[in-house]
């Protein structure tokens, strides 16, 4: 059991920047994510996307915002509970909560705040007939064990990175790899496209462009597939054991919908006159995913939230204690790594 | 100051609004059916209007002349669902007084 302060769901911009102001309370926070990696949606849809209204940046690539959170916030050691989704929350008899996520990794803190932005991020199923049925049965979204492949026919949809990227490395692995796409041009890194198309001529790649797979068949399992040429309309059947379709992630509130909290507009209502307390005392929703009246998505809008809802945490945590909230030009950052930042001291000495 | 332009948008349930655009705004398709409410939040504009999802995807049903997709769009476009030859991502079409008149539909959202 990972225990905490402060357990933020959600480890985007404004999770990230939370970690920093309990730090400046003395509170540790663990931040848990679906994603692979820190950073949000700045790190896996635009990280080189110029953000222009982050305050006293001028210009800011948002892989770059990432990281300087990311520097920002180590003197406080975060922990990371990364490529796991936050599932079902407990509440115990003494108040705290336990998260357990999709992996069955528990989390055990007083605070929970909810961070996650749009939701956490979800493969895009294609639309067919029988898509369930199939699942785990021949077809996946992701790929988690390349070796499963070793020697099956395999067919990956998709036009992005992701699905260049596998279709060369399963080109090596199983019996046959074939690719198919609803254009003839493919958006991915250069060297991806051109390793494609020398595979494709070494024929260790079956390309089949411009197109899209339209039927699955198989009684209990996979067997086949028909594929439509979307410029001739023409049908071809193939026969495949594995099919891997690639299109991209979407986000989705997922599980946490499901936690009993007051829901508006697909996002958590929370008390924006106060705190940004959920209708569960204890239980937090910063940034993107809550909302109220005059709520605006914006990453700086995040960073007063979590900050708001940080000195309400040490309240709750500490309801006996007295506080008040001092600028880091007069108390500098202590990290709990036994870093110190603090102003220089002026000197005091006479000029003869 | 420029006028506002009427714009008909079918939603997804199949009502039509006819709703008035500001072109000086800087705004785009997307924004403004959000701007109505004409379609949940949560279910429109997801990417923010980066053209990397295709939450907000219409099909134009008037002749309108618009701008060419992007080579973003166009990718975008080939991996949405529901797509027709008259698929455009909202976020990409600005309001331009010359789309005065413009009719489209809202595509069904991929859940």
């Not at chain 1, 411009?210 to 399992?221: C, N, Q, W």
């Not at chain 1, 309309?233 to 909290?261: A, M, Q, V, Y």
């Not at chain 1, 006996?320 to 990290?335: A, C, I």
């Not at chain 2, 997804?12 to 004409?38: C, F, I, K, Q, W």
Request: with cysteine.
């Amino acid at each position: 059991m990972i225990k905490t302060d402060i357990l933020i769901i959600g480890a985007g911009p404004t999770g990230l920047f939370a970690v920093f102001e309990a730090g400046l309370l003395q509170l540790k926070c663990h931040l848990i994510d679906a994603l692979p990696q820190a950073g949000g949606q700045c790190a896996e849809i635009y990280p080189k996307k110029p953000i222009y209204d982050i305050p006293g940046y001028p210009e800011v690539l948002a892989g770059e915002l990432v990281d300087n959170l990311m520097e920002q916030i180590k003197p406080f050691q975060p922990g990371f509970t990364l490529g796991e989704r936050a599932e079902t929350i407990d509440k115990l008899e003494d108040g705290t909560f336990v998260v357990t996520t999709n992996k069955g990794t528990k989390h055990h803190a007083p605070v929970v705040a909810i961070a996650g932005g749009l939701g956490s991020f979800e493969p895009r199923k294609p639309i067919l007939e029988n898509l369930d049925k199939y699942e785990d049965n021949g077809v996946a979204y992701m790929i988690k064990e390349p070796e499963i492949y070793r020697n099956k026919k395999v067919l990956i949809a998709g036009g992005g990175d992701s699905a260049l990227d596998w279709s060369i490395f399963l080109a090596d692995i199983a019996a046959e790899v074939t690719l198919v796409h609803r254009r003839n041009e493919f958006r991915g890194a250069l060297d991806s496209v051109e390793k494609v198309q020398h595979l494709k001529n070494e024929g260790k790649i079956n390309l089949m462009t411009p197109s899209e797979v339209v039927a699955l068949h198989g009684d209990t399992k996979l067997e086949q597939v028909t594929i439509r040429n979307t410029e001739t309309s023409e049908d071809t059947t193939l026969d495949i054991d594995n099919f891997i379709p690639l299109f991209g992630l979407s986000p989705k509130l997922g599980p946490i919908g499901d936690w009993g909290l007051e829901i508006e507009k697909n996002a958590i209502k929370v008390d924006n006159s106060l705190d940004y307390q959920t209708n569960i005392p204890g239980i937090y929703a910063i940034g993107d995913v809550n909302t109220y009246p005059g709520k605006l998505k914006l990453i700086l809008c995040g960073f007063h939230e979590a900050t708001l809802m940080c000195q309400s945490a040490y309240q709750r945590i500490f309801p006996d204690k007295k506080y008040v909230m001092k600028y880091t030009t007069v108390g500098g950052v202590t990290g709990f790594d036994g870093s110190k930042k603090e102003a220089p001291k002026a000197v005091v000495k006479s000029i003869e | 100051m420029m006028s506002d332009i009427k714009i008909k948008i079918i939603d997804r349930e199949g009502v039509s609004h006819e709703v008035d655009a500001p072109t000086d705004m800087n705004m785009n398709l997307m924004e403004v059916v959000r701007s109505y409410e004409l379609a949940p939040e949560g279910t429109i504009g997801i990417c923010g209007g980066m053209a990397m999802c295709a939450s907000c995807q219409c099909y134009v049903l008037s002749d309108h002349q618009l701008p060419e997709k992007s080579d973003d769009e166009e990718a975008m476009l080939s991996e949405a669902f529901f797509v027709k030859d008259n698929s455009r991502l909202g976020c990409q079409i600005h309001m331009t007084e010359d789309l005065n008149g413009l009719e489209v539909e809202l595509a069904p959202a991929e859940d």
